[in-house]
């Protein structure tokens, strides 16, 4: 689990939380209502394929997101809508 600050479009609002973070990863699924609060919204939707071969598609957001992995701090800005 990692820090993560996750803001607004407008970077008017932010929330801290905990989040699985894969860091070589393009996104990150971050539950709806963090996103919803943050009134982030989806702007397409992907295929992803899961380790077991099913084909899942998803809703795709782009917010700002600061990581911290012990003292190490990193951006990001492509999340999953689940």
Same mark, same amino acid.
């Given at each position: 689990?990692?820090?993560?600050?996750?803001?607004?479009?407008?970077?008017?609002?932010?929330?801290?939380? $905990?989040?699985? *973070?894969?860091? !070589?990863?393009?996104?990150?699924?971050?539950?709806?209502?963090?996103?919803?609060?943050? +009134? =982030?919204?989806?702007?397409?939707?992907?295929?992803?394929?899961?380790?077991?071969?099913?084909?899942? $598609?998803?809703? *795709?957001?782009? !917010?700002?997101?600061?990581?911290?992995?012990?003292?190490?701090?990193?951006?990001?800005? +492509? =999340?999953?809508?689940?």
């Amino acid at each position: 689990m990692a820090k993560v600050t996750l803001h607004s479009p407008d970077m008017a609002r932010s929330e801290q939380t $905990e989040l699985l *973070v894969d860091t !070589e990863s393009t996104y990150t699924q971050v539950p709806n209502v963090v996103l919803e609060r943050l +009134s =982030v919204q989806a702007m397409t939707a992907r295929k992803f394929k899961t380790i077991d071969g099913r084909l899942l $598609e998803r809703k *795709v957001g782009h !917010e700002k997101m600061d990581v911290c992995i012990g003292d190490s701090w990193s951006s990001s800005f +492509s =999340v999953i809508m689940p």
